[in-house]
């Protein structure tokens, strides 16, 4: 499986920003597909998962700014980012897990066998 995350880059506090995760090889049909960033000097934290058919589930610090979504058609996953903030600075990954449909643990990396690269979003005050 091979993941390429896109559309990162500079924007300043209050703007938004829509990531995209193209997924190709053998990816898991029901794309399911989760977001982690790694800001500067911290550790990769978990951002989003969404799961079929559509279901989601948010960092507390993201809930209401962030929306993840997906097209299959495309096996393509989206993070929309509103109304950032500098400490959403950071490098956004995505990742396709190592579980199949939903567990209590979707937020640790170590449930993701899958990594793109990363797309750096950096937000200015």
């Known amino acids: 499986v091979q993941l390429q995350a896109s559309g990162g880059g500079l924007v300043q506090a209050g703007g938004s920003l829509r990531l995209s995760c193209e997924a190709s090889?053998?990816?898991?049909?029901?794309?399911?597909m989760g977001w982690f960033r790694r800001a500067p000097g911290k550790e990769r934290e978990f951002v989003a998962f969404?799961?079929?058919?559509?279901?989601?589930r948010y960092a507390d610090s993201v809930k209401g700014r962030f929306t993840i979504s997906r097209d299959n058609t495309k096996n393509t996953v989206y993070l929309q980012m509103y109304f950032l903030r500098p400490e959403d600075t950071a490098v956004y990954y995505c990742?396709?897990?190592?579980?199949?449909?939903?567990?209590?643990?979707?937020?640790?990396?170590?449930?993701?066998?899958?990594w793109g690269k990363g797309t750096l979003v950096t937000v200015s005050s």
């Open positions: 969404i799961w079929e058919p559509s279901k989601t």
């Open positions: 090889g053998r990816t898991d049909s029901t794309g399911n």
């Open positions: 990742a396709s897990p190592r579980f199949s449909g939903y567990t209590s643990t979707y937020y640790y990396e170590r449930n993701y066998g899958y």
